[in-house]
């Protein structure tokens, strides 16, 4: 099955405290990105990856790192994470701009 | 930077009511432009999408969209919703100045259906 996975699914951690997010998707998928969703914001682009070793800053990427060295694969790492880190977030691939994006179900991240 | 404009933040409509979800972007280049549905508590799924051709565009459960360059809109419409069309919409915009690479998401319309 095409999917896109995450994992966590749920993380509460404390100011600080560094953490990964993992995302991998089995559609091999050039495009992949990350996303926070916050009420009343929508979704706002942290980073994205054209391909392996190609990454991009989105539109709030301060606080946060990406990599992605096999293509697969596209962790989110919080080096310290604050409370205004707390959001839900999405990963996402595709394969090429025009195609359908495929979300993972999402990781809701609390940072106390 | 593009931007994307979802004029309601909430649409309340009773069931087999027509509904129009409103949805502007700010540049008029070449933009390839899409609607995304969650349902509650589960990630974002396209629902139909416009790159090029035909402005009128439709997904396989009745929504359809149209692509109005001289406005920058993208306005999505269904004849008659249903209670399981009850979830949050997001418009979203790539464009050529990132090379289609980024997507900007409006801040998303939830549309209750009522009975």
């Known amino acids: 099955e095409a999917q896109v996975t995450q994992n966590p699914r749920y993380l509460i951690t404390v100011t600080g405290k560094k953490l990964t997010v993992t995302c991998s998707q089995n559609?091999?998928?050039?495009?992949m990105s990350w996303y926070r969703q916050d009420p009343g914001l929508g979704l706002r682009q942290i980073y994205y990856?054209?391909?392996?070793?190609?990454?991009d800053k989105g539109d709030v990427p301060e606080g946060y790192k990406v990599s992605r060295k096999e293509k697969r694969n596209f962790p989110l790492i919080l080096e310290s994470p604050s409370p205004n880190q707390t959001s839900l977030y999405f990963c996402?691939?595709?394969?090429?701009?025009?195609?359908?994006?495929?979300f993972g179900p999402g990781t809701r991240l609390t940072v106390l | 930077a593009q931007s994307v404009t979802q004029l309601d933040s909430q649409v309340p409509v009773f069931e087999e009511a027509p509904v129009e979800l409103r949805c502007n972007y700010s540049?008029?280049?070449?933009?390839?432009l899409f609607w995304y549905v969650q349902y509650p508590n589960q990630g974002l799924q396209l629902l139909l999408k416009?790159?090029?051709?035909?402005?009128l565009v439709k997904s396989i459960n009745g929504f359809e969209a149209e692509f109005n360059k001289s406005q920058t809109s993208f306005h999505l419409r269904k004849p008659s919703v249903h209670i399981s069309d009850t979830a949050e919409y997001f418009c979203?915009?790539?464009?050529?100045?990132?090379?289609?690479?980024?997507?900007?998401f409006g801040k998303g319309t939830m549309l209750l259906v009522s009975p």
């Open positions: 996402a691939s595709r394969d090429q701009p025009r195609d359908t994006q495929y």
């Open positions: 559609m091999n998928h050039e495009y």
């Open positions: 990856s054209m391909n392996v070793e190609a990454t």
């Open positions: 540049s008029s280049v070449s933009v390839y």
């Open positions: 416009y790159l090029s051709g035909s402005t």
């Open positions: 979203a915009v790539s464009d050529p100045s990132s090379g289609y690479s980024t997507l900007t």
